[in-house]
């Protein structure tokens, strides 16, 4: 598997679920993965995973809300592997609640974490992404950048349609500078993020008629993230199971 060989891609969230999935499948395209999370352990399980399967992974401590911290991160890549291809913002948190129940201070984190991180990540890693050459930006938004969704969350609305805005915008600035920015929208996956939510009315909303698994969403970032995909810039792809088309 060669799709992604030469290339440097950090994953945020890559601990568990789709940011978990979309490292392990990129390193096995010939990627070395950065794996960045705030789940140590798991983080480093994933790394050593990667190495595991004959691939080239590390694990670097990142909270995608500290701008410190995403300098440190930038500042060891380039120090270690003298570039960076791939930069797939992943991390993200929901909010539950309707409106009305939800405190600012939930507002604010949910924010923080699911969109801030996004352009303090884009911002970060710039000048290594416009050096690469071929450099592509997955920022993960959801079904529910787009849509209201059942009208709950409204933080985590406001968060992904906000990245699939600063997207388009990122990568009208970029796009003469060769790095191309998408966004992709998964519909109900299969994660920890799930937690014990009653899945039986997402299944119902979904005309595929179940939940998607994570590999499916690592599936189209890892077609963003390569040269095939050359031509795609300031998209929005969605991985819905037809959630979207209704
Ligand atoms: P997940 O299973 O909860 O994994 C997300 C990972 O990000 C976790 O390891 C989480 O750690 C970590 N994280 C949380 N806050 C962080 C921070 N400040 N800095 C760095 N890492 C942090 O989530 P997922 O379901 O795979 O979702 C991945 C992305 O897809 C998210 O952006 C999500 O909004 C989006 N998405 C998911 C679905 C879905 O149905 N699953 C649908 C649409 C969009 P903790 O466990 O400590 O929180």
New binding site residues.
């Given amino acids: 598997m060669t799709r992604l060989n030469g290339k440097t891609a950090l994953v ?2 890559a ?5 978990k999935e979309t490292a392990l499948l990129l390193a096995r395209e010939g990627a070395t993965v950065i794996v ?4 140590d352990a ?1 983080g480093a399980d994933v790394a050593t995973e990667i190495e595991k399967n004959g691939g080239q992974g590390i694990y670097l401590s ?4 500290d701008e410190a911290a995403w300098t440190r991160v930038i500042t060891t890549i380039e120090e270690k592997y003298g570039r960076l291809d791939v930069l797939v913002n ?5 909010d539950r609640d309707v409106l009305e129940n939800t405190t600012l201070e939930t507002y604010h984190k949910v924010i923080a ?2 969109q801030t991180s996004v352009f303090l990540g884009m911002k970060a890693a710039a000048a290594l992404l416009k050096a690469s050459g071929t450099g592509s930006v997955i920022n ?1 938004s ?2 529910f950048g787009a849509s209201g969704g059942f009208g709950s969350s409204p933080a985590y609305h406001a968060a992904k349609g906000a990245v699939r805005l600063l997207t388009k915008n990122v990568a009208l600035e970029w796009a003469p500078l060769g790095v191309r920015v998408n966004s992709v929208h ?4 299969a ?4 937690g014990d939510t009653d899945t039986t009315p997402l299944v119902d909303v979904t005309p595929l008629g179940r939940l998607g698994r ?1 590999e499916e969403v690592a599936a189209a970032i890892l077609f963003l993230a390569g040269d095939e995909a050359s031509f795609v810039t300031g998209s929005e792809l969605y991985v819905d199971g037809g959630y979207l088309a209704r």
Avoid: E
């Fill in positions: 945020t969230g601990a568990g679920g789709i940011g960045a999370d705030v789940q798991l990142l909270d995608v809300t992943n991390a993200g948190i929901s974490v699911t993960i959801s079904i998964p519909g109900f996956i994660t920890p993020m799930m994570p």
